[in-house]
């Protein structure tokens, strides 16, 4: 518990908390959610125009970790980018300070992509039960 409240708080070095924690983490759970969910299950979609029930259980429950995990280590990169960018004021390395601005600005955009792809996917689900509707008639 202690190395997620120094992580919270922004006491763990921004390279570390950046590069390993959300680059490396994250690529290794997108990597894992796409050959574990994503190829067997679309697979069964494509076949059948089903999925189990427990594998709506089961991707659900990866997004849903996904999204917490995503928000968590967002805090925590913006946290460590304050400490990053108040020390380096402090012992005068005002020009350092740019990558504490840019891990901000990466984060940021991030969210901002994030946001878009739920606002497409909304528009796009509406259109598509639209079309269905239509298609009925």
Same mark, same amino acid.
């Given at each position: 518990?202690?190395?997620?409240?120094?992580?919270?708080?922004?006491?763990?070095?921004?390279?570390?908390?950046?590069?390993?924690?959300?680059?490396?983490?994250?690529?290794?759970?997108?990597?894992?959610?796409?050959?574990?969910?994503?190829?067997?299950?679309?697979?069964?979609?494509?076949?059948?125009?089903? +999925?189990?029930?427990?594998?709506? %259980? =089961?991707?659900?429950?990866?997004? *849903?970790?996904?999204?917490?995990? &995503?928000?968590? /280590? $967002?805090?925590?990169?913006?946290?460590?980018?304050?400490?990053?960018?108040?020390?380096?004021?402090?012992?005068?390395?005002?020009?350092?300070?740019?990558?504490?601005?840019?891990?901000?600005?990466?984060?940021?955009?991030?969210? +901002?992509?994030?946001?878009?792809? %739920? =606002?497409?996917?909304?528009?796009? *689900?509406?259109?598509?039960?639209? &079309?269905?509707? /239509? $298609?009925?008639?």
């Amino acid at each position: 518990m202690g190395f997620i409240r120094t992580l919270w708080r922004g006491e763990i070095t921004l390279v570390f908390t950046y590069w390993v924690m959300g680059i490396l983490v994250v690529a290794i759970f997108e990597t894992i959610g796409s050959f574990r969910f994503f190829s067997e299950y679309m697979e069964l979609w494509e076949n059948s125009g089903t +999925i189990p029930e427990n594998g709506r %259980i =089961i991707f659900g429950s990866y997004i *849903g970790i996904y999204i917490l995990y &995503i928000t968590f /280590i $967002s805090i925590c990169i913006w946290n460590s980018a304050d400490t990053y960018i108040k020390v380096a004021q402090e012992n005068g390395r005002t020009e350092a300070k740019w990558w504490g601005y840019a891990a901000k600005a990466t984060v940021s955009f991030i969210w +901002i992509l994030f946001l878009l792809c %739920i =606002i497409v996917a909304l528009i796009f *689900g509406f259109l598509f039960g639209m &079309i269905e509707e /239509i $298609s009925k008639i």
